[in-house]
């Protein structure tokens, strides 16, 4: 999959959907030199055209020949200050006080495989799944020693790319930017897809076309955030969800990052990700060195769909670990919108027996049950079971789930501490804090200092204490405060800077000693809601709460936006009560299961006030959810209409099973609109040759256009080849009523 050719220095990266070619030039230079559909050889068609440009100086080997500058020049991991203007990969202050340093090619190695990154959440392969190139770089002066990592895998279109960077001096020195990964693309033709949002409001696509100059999507919260994502994707102007060429950047880092394009005078772009280095600072003493977090590059010569397709196989395979990753995930009940706060041992049981009744296969007991925590202002920290609401402790509530066939989960925010507990007066250090300055709230809570070893394994015994000790099969674990003030007691003024990174690396150490001690627990990662949902906390934990809104008409956007990286199986979605407690909206019952059947399906009400029709109804949908729960968690995702397309009214999704022999396809739209167009769905990837049969029709209840009643469209027991579901569609039928929702299963005979 990686050849090197010593004559022309040209590394070429190939499988059989894409090719990434660099090219090492003068001996020194690491230059890129095309990304994009599969080459069967690299030959230079387009060399690159050197050309006089003012105010584009030389590197000294070079005054005489004006037409080099590293200004112009396309490169893999360029420098600042040494006559390239553009955005920096990385950038560091040596002990003199200047940050002008020389990287040149020294050599390079292949790999089998995919390399660990130490300490950090990254992609992995078996040796025949992927293969490495390490390409190591050295400072003209012997100050800096870095290694770009390109792992190309087999069968999909994704390079993973990181970078370590050595101090090889002899004298300390900060590194102030440490980017995962840099390139530049040949011309700015492209619109730029950003998922902006915030709590409640997650991951809305927004598409812009690329501007001239510096355009950025970055996190300064010290998590991933619910306000932007570390994702970016370019697409040419003619894109779209099936296709046109697309270029997604997903990082596999959970804490504050950038992802930059700058568009430059002569028109080319460059891409440059990683940790955000506003505030970062690292000081590394000689010997030391930093490794960046890893970044998912893909290339999709179809659209939209063709980059997610390639983003869920490399999150499904080779970023979700453990007994769970292609196992399909219980359905769940959690208590958090059924009880809030307000619950006790027969509160819980009464779920479970309802639960149990309805299909329901997991009870998690959310916020509340620790400390004396009655709200949320106190206790967290504290992780001792409150008996006066679970007289039995927790053994009890979970062993009497366990007794009624459910198994039993628990919430825990561990990387906090309120200030009204016995933590925070044991250890008032232990928050991080400006040492001279007020502390600043966020749900009267304090961010714990995570660089710290000690912290770490107060939480790592804490948690690992109450796993140990009651039957506890699954864990939500939340974060609901952003950082600030990241300044820690333990560290020296000059490695303050690395305080926002270290908090992250210490959740990492802290996930890997608690999952890895604990395989058989499913975990479930959340921060009020969807604010932490990126590849890095998937490596820890399969899914994750994709927002604290469970509104259906909300999550059609949440989940659409959230699916161009993430596979549905990571998804946490519930069916709650109406009106709804976010938004107060009354939407069908069908339609809050079939938006929730997206993901890892569960509810979040009080399911025990809901009467004998609602729960009929419930368990019908549970039983559908069953038999079709393989195709939607382990099949292929695809989306025919989002709230981001057309008006926006519509939005449809198509699940297929890996074997291709089931189809389900969801079909929602908000709004009733009268002198409406009539909507044809085509579905996408089945076997134009093959016949599909509809097995199932459930179709919207509302006043039926033309009399007949609304299953005068039903195609339900026909059978039709997959060329006319393909290019022909099915026709929805038209019913007047808001938030319609409809779902066809299709078996392949
Ligand atoms: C935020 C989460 O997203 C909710 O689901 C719930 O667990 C609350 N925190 C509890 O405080």
């Known amino acids: 999959m990686i050849q090197y050719d010593e004559k022309t220095g040209v590394f070429h990266l190939r499988n059989e959907q894409m090719s990434y070619v660099l090219q090492v030039v003068r001996g020194r230079y690491l230059m890129h030199r095309y990304w994009g559909r599969p080459l069967r050889a690299f030959r230079d068609s387009r060399p690159f055209q050197q050309i006089d440009r003012a105010f584009s100086p030389q590197p000294a080997a070079y005054e005489n020949e004006r037409t080099f500058s590293l200004d112009v020049l396309p490169q893999e991991y360029p420098s600042y200050g040494h006559t390239d203007y553009r955005i920096p990969a990385y950038e560091v202050r040596l002990k003199d006080g200047t940050t002008t340093t020389e990287l040149f090619y020294k050599s390079y190695e292949i790999q089998q495989g995919k390399p660990a990154l130490p300490g950090l959440p990254a992609s992995y392969a078996e040796d025949n799944e992927a293969e490495t190139?390490?390409?190591?770089?050295?400072?003209?002066?012997?100050?800096?020693?870095?290694?770009?990592?390109?792992?190309?895998?087999?069968?999909?279109?994704?390079?993973?790319?990181?970078?370590?960077?050595?101090?090889?001096?002899?004298?300390?020195?900060?590194?102030?930017n440490a980017a995962s990964f840099a390139l530049d693309l040949p011309d700015h033709d492209y619109d730029r897809i950003n998922l902006w949002g915030g709590h409640a409001s997650e991951r809305n696509m927004e598409r812009v076309p690329l501007m001239h100059g510096i355009e950025e999507s970055a996190s300064r919260r010290g998590a991933s955030s619910h306000q932007t994502s570390p994702f970016l994707a370019l697409l040419r102007r003619d894109?779209?969800?099936?296709?046109?060429?697309?270029?997604?950047?997903?990082?596999?880092?959970?804490?504050?990052?950038?992802?930059?394009?700058?568009?430059?005078?002569?028109?080319?772009?460059?891409?440059v990700g990683g940790i955000n280095p506003f505030e970062f600072r690292w000081h590394l003493e000689p010997g030391e060195s930093f490794q960046t977090p890893e970044a998912l590059l893909v290339y999709s010569p179809e659209g939209l769909n063709g980059m997610s397709q390639s983003f869920h196989e490399v999150v499904r395979h080779h970023i979700v670990r453990g007994k769970y990753r292609d196992v399909v995930r219980p359905i769940l009940v959690n208590n958090w919108e059924a009880t809030y706060f307000d619950f006790d041992d027969a509160k819980m049981d009464n779920l479970a027996a309802c639960a149990k009744d309805l299909g329901i296969e997991l009870l998690v007991l959310d916020d509340g049950w620790f400390g004396k925590r009655e709200d949320d202002n106190s206790s967290l920290g504290d992780w001792v079971v409150n008996t006066g609401k679970l007289k039995e402790g927790l053994q009890g509530v979970a062993e009497s789930a366990h007794k009624r066939g459910l198994k039993f989960g628990l919430w825990f925010e561990p990387e906090m501490v309120s200030v009204d507990s016995d933590l925070y007066r044991a250890h008032p250090d232990w928050g991080l804090k400006a040492p001279s300055y007020p502390v600043s709230f966020g749900r009267h809570q304090l961010v714990l200092d995570l660089s710290r070893a000690d912290v770490r394994d107060y939480i790592v015994d804490s948690v690992c204490k109450i796993l140990d000790t009651a039957p506890i099969d699954y864990v939500k674990w939340d974060f609901n405060r952003h950082l600030t003030d990241a300044f820690s007691a333990k560290l020296p003024p000059e490695r303050q800077g690395e305080v926002r990174t270290r908090f992250v690396l210490g959740l990492y150490d802290v996930l890997e000693?608690?999952?890895?001690?604990?395989?058989?627990?499913?975990?479930?990662s959340c921060s009020g809601?969807?604010?932490?949902?990126?590849?890095?906390?998937?490596?820890?934990?399969?899914?994750?709460?994709?927002?604290?809104?469970?509104?259906?008409?909300c999550r059609f956007s949440i989940q659409s936006g959230t699916s161009l990286v993430f596979p549905p199986i990571t998804m946490g979605a519930h069916v709650s009560v109406t009106p709804n407690h976010q938004v107060g909206r009354v939407t069908?019952?069908?339609?809050?299961?079939?938006?929730?059947?997206?993901?890892?399906?569960?509810?979040?009400?009080?399911?025990?006030?809901?009467?004998?029709?609602?729960?009929?109804?419930?368990?019908?949908?549970?039983?559908?959810?069953?038999?079709?729960?393989p195709t939607m968690q382990l099949g292929r995702f695809y989306r025919l209409l989002t709230p981001f397309s057309g008006t926006g009214n519509e939005t449809a999704w198509e699940f297929v099973s890996r074997d291709g022999q089931e189809i389900v396809l969801i079909y929602f739209k908000t709004l009733a609109t009268p002198a409406t167009e009539l909507r044809t769905l085509k579905l996408e990837q089945l076997d134009a040759a093959a016949e599909y049969e509809v097995t199932s029709y459930s179709p919207a209840r509302g006043l039926s256009h033309d009399g007949a009643g609304n299953r005068s469209l039903s195609l339900e027991g026909k059978s039709f080849y997959g060329d006319e579901l393909m290019y022909s569609g099915i026709e929805v039928p038209k019913i007047d009523t808001d938030f319609a929702a409809y779902m066809w299963v299709f078996e392949r005979k």
Not at 249 to 269: D, P, Y
Not at 537 to 546: A, I, K, N, S, V
Not at 588 to 616: H, L, N, V, W
Request: hydrophobic share 40%.
């Open 239 to 271: 894109a779209g969800e099936t296709q046109g060429d697309v270029y997604g950047f997903a990082l596999v880092w959970s804490g504050e990052f950038s992802l930059k394009t700058e568009v430059e005078q002569f028109g080319t772009t460059r891409v």
């Open 133 to 176: 190139l390490l390409i190591h770089l050295e400072d003209s002066k012997g100050k800096l020693a870095v290694c770009l990592s390109y792992t190309i895998f087999a069968g999909t279109n994704v390079i993973a790319r990181s970078t370590k960077i050595e101090n090889s001096g002899t004298e300390a020195l900060e590194l102030l």
């Open 588 to 629: 069908p019952m069908q339609t809050r299961a079939f938006a929730a059947m997206m993901g890892c399906y569960g509810y979040e009400m009080d399911i025990t006030r809901m009467s004998e029709e609602e729960k009929a109804e419930v368990r019908s949908h549970i039983a559908l959810y069953k038999k079709i729960r």
């Open 529 to 553: 809601g969807g604010g932490r949902f990126d590849a890095g906390m998937l490596y820890y934990m399969p899914q994750t709460w994709t927002s604290d809104d469970t509104d259906a008409i």
């Open 513 to 524: 000693r608690i999952t890895q001690s604990h395989p058989d627990v499913l975990f479930e």
